[in-house]
């Protein structure tokens, strides 16, 4: 039988396509490999707005808007109070904690070897509010509430305590030793820092030594 033989100028025609398909799968192949290896440009501001929105105290959650320009802002508040609560209120309660805690570090130390004249000595300073007897503990909350009242003029809740909007969270003319006076506004924020600082310790430190005191069953030292 006769077979069909391809004239040399179509062999020529389909060698040609055929190179210049491979050329083709070559170039794109090629381009394909060097894109792969090449660097990502992020825009630089996207960097720098996501490190302003960091936090501080915890590099890896968002720093709450709320606390922003605060004294002893580090960007912390987990439950998000700030977002729900005014933050007047807030940080008053923080300033009044702080310094109940400062005050019941001392007190829970001096009581494991002091006594004040006619109450019962009891080393575990646990245990003084039951020697000390319901009316004496009744009396102190008493007392408490009505110095709480005077403070401020009886505006003691949420909705009224800053009825005046020039009062500062904490500040009740309150300075018999004279630590405010002639201070400017930057060394006034020092000593509200080192206030916060000592009365956020404090509060982790009372905390610590009435937890001690109920494991061990027995006195702080």
């Known amino acids: 039988k006769d077979t069909f ?39 630089a501001a996207k960097n720098v707005v996501l490190n302003a929105e960091m936090s501080k105290a915890v590099p890896f959650i968002k720093a709450p808007a709320g606390t922003a320009g605060w004294v002893g802002d580090v960007g912390l508040d987990p439950l998000n109070f700030s977002e729900y609560f ?52 009744f009396q102190i909350i008493a007392w408490m509430g009505v110095l709480e009242f005077w403070s401020n003029k009886g505006n003691v809740t949420m909705e009224t305590m800053f009825s005046d909007p020039d ?9 018999p030793m004279g630590l405010a006076t002639g201070k400017s506004e930057e060394e006034m924020n020092e000593m509200k820092l080192k206030e916060l600082k000592n009365g956020r310790l404090a509060m982790l430190a009372i905390g610590g030594m009435i937890h001690h005191n109920w494991v061990t069953g027995g006195p702080l030292f």
């Open 5 to 43: 033989q391809p004239q040399p100028i179509f062999t020529h025609i389909f060698k040609s396509r055929k190179m210049v398909k491979l050329s083709i799968l070559s170039t794109l192949s090629l381009i394909a490999s060097t894109s792969a290896f090449a660097p990502v440009t992020v825009p």
């Open 86 to 137: 005014d933050m007047k209120w807030l940080r008053e309660s923080e300033i009044k904690h702080g310094r109940a805690a400062m005050l019941a570090t001392v007190g829970f130390v001096m009581q494991q070897y002091w006594t004040l004249p006619g109450m019962v000595a009891v080393a575990d300073s646990n245990m003084a509010p039951t020697a000390a007897g319901a009316s004496s503990m």
């Open 167 to 175: 009062r500062v969270p904490g500040d009740f003319g309150f300075d």
